[in-house]
């Protein structure tokens, strides 16, 4: 949560007597509320009390007209919004979809808030009911509804998931990381993993290898993966994604496809787990805590350039990309080139005016290449040593 207050604060909203105030009183004190006040005061709860050790507000509203700025307050200044419905009256769920959302969206002012949709009061639901068919269409269509579930603060039961939940959902965010309506990995994330596997393929030879796996293990986990582990990943990759394992090893498309199903069977600590320890923050670039491992301080008549190293690197960098060995860059082969990037960083209008060596074709060659580096170690040159990490 590199840059921002670490607290993470948890709003609960709906209607009038959905179970609000219940939930909030059951999840703090394991006891039911028989006569609850109308809004409870914001609780808190420090970090040595919260499994993921950071601390959380959790905000109790009222959806009353006299109390429309407390709740427009609460929304603005939460991390993730906890929306209530009764599983006894359907009206409350309508009015989910129909009032709550686009309201959330409103009050949010443009920014994504992830919201966990909860159907409180379980123990009354008609047997007949059943949550899953209530709120698919909800799911499908509101991609800032993360996820949903039910509970029953009278009988004590899920109360606690549904901050725990909700706590994930900041910490662990689904959104970065997979596009619901399309039921596909966000590309941030799938150029992010397919860095992290170029870097642990140690040989080069397209496939992670068991000892290449088990240092992966180790520097991600601080443990190997046990025989029988390895060979039950790599069966349910072959099963799946036939091509994903090969001479005994996983292959790139096997690696994101790991990845995916852990995100789609709500292993979400163990992906994002992965990309923290490779230096990657929440919006899933390299964050500044990694690139802060270099000072760039100088003085004003001062400017930085590339060290013969920093030349050989990207000279590196454009041979390797040079598959048909024709001297230039391709628009397929820059494309590749920073596919391990969160994309070219030339493509702002400040590189605009930079005119370097082109072929006649206006292809990249060797000496633009390394002069568009120069240009933008001396302008930017944090952007170099991120894209020179990017790059491996």
């Known amino acids: 949560m590199e840059g921002r207050d670490p607290t993470v604060r948890i709003a609960v909203v709906g209607d009038p007597g959905v179970g609000k105030t219940s939930l909030i009183t059951a999840a703090a004190t394991e006891t039911f509320p028989d006569h609850p006040p109308p809004v409870l005061p ?18 109790d509203t009222s959806s009353r007209p006299e109390d429309a700025a407390a709740l427009e307050l609460a929304v603005q200044e939460a991390s993730v919004v906890v929306l209530c419905f009764a599983m006894d009256r ?60 039910e509970c ?124 923290r320890r490779y230096g990657y ?15 760039f301080s100088h003085a004003p008549d001062q400017v930085l350039e590339l060290s013969e190293e920093g030349r050989a690197f990207f000279t590196s960098v454009f041979e390797r990309c040079d598959v048909d060995d024709d001297g230039v860059l391709s628009t397929r082969e820059q494309e590749e080139m920073f596919s391990t990037s969160p994309g070219s960083p030339w493509s702002t209008p400040a590189y605009d005016g930079v005119l370097v060596e082109t072929s006649k074709r206006g292809l990249l060659s060797l000496r633009g290449f390394l002069a568009k580096w120069a240009y933008t170690t001396a302008t930017e040159p944090e952007v170099t040593l991120a894209y020179a990490l990017y790059f491996g």
């Open 42 to 59: 914001p609780a808190i709860l420090p970090a040595e009390t919260v499994p993921e050790c950071v601390p959380v507000v959790i905000t």
């Open 90 to 149: 359907p009206n409350t769920l309508a009015r989910v979809s129909r009032h709550w959302i686009p309201e959330l969206r409103r009050m949010a002012g443009g920014a994504h808030v992830p919201v966990l949709l909860v159907g409180c009061k379980a123990d009354a639901r008609p047997a007949d009911h059943t949550l899953q068919a209530a709120v698919v269409p909800i799911l499908q269509n509101n991609p800032a509804v993360e996820t949903c579930m």
């Open 152 to 275: 029953s603060a009278k009988k004590l039961q899920y109360v606690g998931e549904v901050f725990y939940l909700a706590l994930r959902a900041v910490v662990h965010p689904t959104a970065p990381l997979f596009d619901a309506q399309a039921q596909t990995l966000r590309p941030l994330c799938s150029r992010a993993l397919k860095r992290i596997f170029m870097l642990c393929d140690k040989d080069k030879d397209g496939i992670l290898n068991e000892a290449e796996l088990n240092a992966f293990q180790i520097h991600c986990f601080n443990a190997p993966l046990q025989t029988e582990e390895l060979i039950g990943v790599k069966q349910v990759v072959a099963e799946r994604v036939p091509e994903g394992v090969q001479n005994g090893g996983l292959t790139l498309p096997g690696f994101i496809f790991l990845h995916a199903l852990f995100i789609e069977r709500g292993r979400l600590e163990t992906t994002w787990a992965v990309l």
């Open 281 to 295: 923050n929440n919006d899933l670039v390299l964050s500044q805590e990694t690139l802060s491992a270099v000072n």
